[in-house]
């Protein structure tokens, strides 16, 4: 079993009791940005403890996760930048836009543990895919660490296609990562 969700708690009632339907999925605005940060530390700790070390993860969180550069980030992205909000509660997040090469990349997707499962990463996907369809982009790559199976079956179960994979490094720390794409144009 993948690291992912070690160490977390199970659903809280009161999150189990709202219907899905409560979920609003929309361009993150610049008061959502201490949501989403707590969304991507407690996610991030919960998905990739025992895959990445620690250290590492917490460096990324500080470098890539602070405020300032959330703020940076969302002018970039503009409506590339998506939350999942229950009651104006950051539950999950997606950001996706444009990549070094010119190709309509997800970056990231991330939603709480306890809000897994439950159909909001694929209302996050469906809301990118529209985005990137909206800049006329013919296609999304998405990279995923290779060890973490259960993205990579949330991918799949998409209809993303392998690309194939690459090694990488978090700190000092070698991995390897899958690519995967999916059409955007005539879907
Ligand atoms: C991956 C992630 C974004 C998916 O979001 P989610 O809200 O849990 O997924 P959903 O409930 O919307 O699932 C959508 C579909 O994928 C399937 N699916 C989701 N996770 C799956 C898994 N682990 N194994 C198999 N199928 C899975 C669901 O069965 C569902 O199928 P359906 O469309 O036929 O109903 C979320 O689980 C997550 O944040 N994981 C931890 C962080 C992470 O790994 N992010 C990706 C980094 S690259």
């Not at 009791?17 to 979920?23: D, I, K, S, Y």
């Not at 909000?85 to 990349?105: I, L």
């Not at 995923?144 to 690459?166: I, S, W």
Request: charge should be negative; hydrophobic fraction near 40%.
């Amino acid at each position: 079993m993948p690291a992912q969700c070690e160490g977390e708690g199970k659903t809280p009632p009161a999150a189990e009791r709202l219907p899905a339907g409560t979920v609003t999925v929309r361009p993150a605005r610049p008061d959502d940005l201490p949501g989403l940060q707590e969304v991507a530390r407690r996610t991030w700790r919960a998905t990739y403890t025992g895959l990445i070390p620690d250290a590492d993860i917490e460096r990324f969180l500080e470098r890539h996760y602070s405020l300032e550069e959330l703020g940076r980030a969302l002018e970039r992205l503009g409506e590339g930048m998506l939350v999942a909000a229950v009651d104006d509660q950051v539950v999950g997040y997606a950001t996706c836009g444009v990549n070094r090469e010119g190709t309509g990349e997800l970056f990231a997707i991330y939603v709480l543990p306890e809000w897994q499962r439950r159909g909001v990463g694929r209302r996050l996907w469906q809301r990118a895919i529209e985005h990137l369809r909206s800049l006329g982009l013919p296609e999304m790559v998405v990279w995923v660490l290779a060890a973490n199976e259960p993205a990579r079956r949330f991918y799949e179960h998409r209809g993303a296609a392998l690309l194939g994979t690459r090694a990488f490094t978090v700190g000092e720390t070698p991995l390897e990562e899958a690519g995967y794409v999916v059409r955007l144009a005539g879907r």
